[in-house]
């Protein structure tokens, strides 16, 4: 993270005196930013620098708590001109949004496969529409579901109301700046409508 830092800033020596020019990139002034899933190397590199950090719960909903106090305890404010004086949390978290629960649940129906596809190391598989989903989950083990279960369970599919009641959560708990919301469906149109259902209930909470 040092060198990349040092890169953006124009100010790159290697360890024998060499300079190196990062075009375009140096002097940018771009918004750094560092995604983790745990307590790790992310939250603590993220934290020493006085950069953005963002914990990654739609990946890792277990380790999201840990993730942002790890961040927070090694937060140092930043000497540069775009870095924040105190720690900046970002939280992600996948949603569905439909005008009633009944709708995203079917909507979100292809989640369960498709994170499966990718954790079982067979490979992403292009998210299926519902009647695929169904299909492809007809004859999955106890152990399949079990391999799935953590992100199924939180994600957030449901009424605008209904999610954003867990984003509220999820914020409170985590004391999240902001979120970042990834809506994952077999239809464009749908995912577009998620992202309007949502904004709307958003706004209206104030």
């Known amino acids: 993270m040092g060198d990349v830092l040092a890169l953006l800033r124009g100010e790159y020596r290697s360890p024998e ?4 020019h990062a075009v375009p990139g140096e002097g940018a002034g771009v918004q750094v930013w560092v ?3 745990s307590a790790g190397v992310s939250a ?12 990654n719960y739609r990946v890792s909903p ?3 708590l840990e993730a942002a106090g790890a961040y927070r305890a090694a937060f140092k404010p930043s000497a540069g001109p775009d870095g924040p ?7 992600s978290a996948d949603v569905v949004v439909a005008p009633d629960d009944a709708g995203a649940r079917e909507l979100a129906t292809g989640y369960a496969p498709w994170v499966h596809s990718i954790r079982s190391g067979a490979g992403a598989i292009p998210f299926p529409d519902p009647d695929q989903a169904r299909e492809l989950t007809r004859d999955r ?5 079990e391999l799935v279960a953590d992100r199924v369970q939180t994600q957030f599919a449901g009424s605008p109301a209904t999610v954003a009641d867990h984003l509220e959560r999820l914020r409170d708990a985590t004391g ?29 909470r104030g």
Do not use: C, K, M
């Open 141 to 145: 083990t106890a152990a399949d579901h």
């Open 17 to 20: 005196g060499v300079e190196a």
């Open 62 to 64: 277990a380790s999201v």
């Open 35 to 37: 995604l983790g899933s």
């Open 176 to 204: 999240a700046d902001e979120l970042l919301i990834t809506p994952i469906t077999h239809a464009h149109a749908d995912r577009v409508r998620s992202y309007r259902l949502l904004a709307a209930e958003w706004a209206r």
């Open 44 to 55: 603590e590199t993220a934290g020493a620098n006085g950069l953005r950090f963002a914990a």
């Open 85 to 91: 004086d105190r720690p900046h949390l970002t939280v």
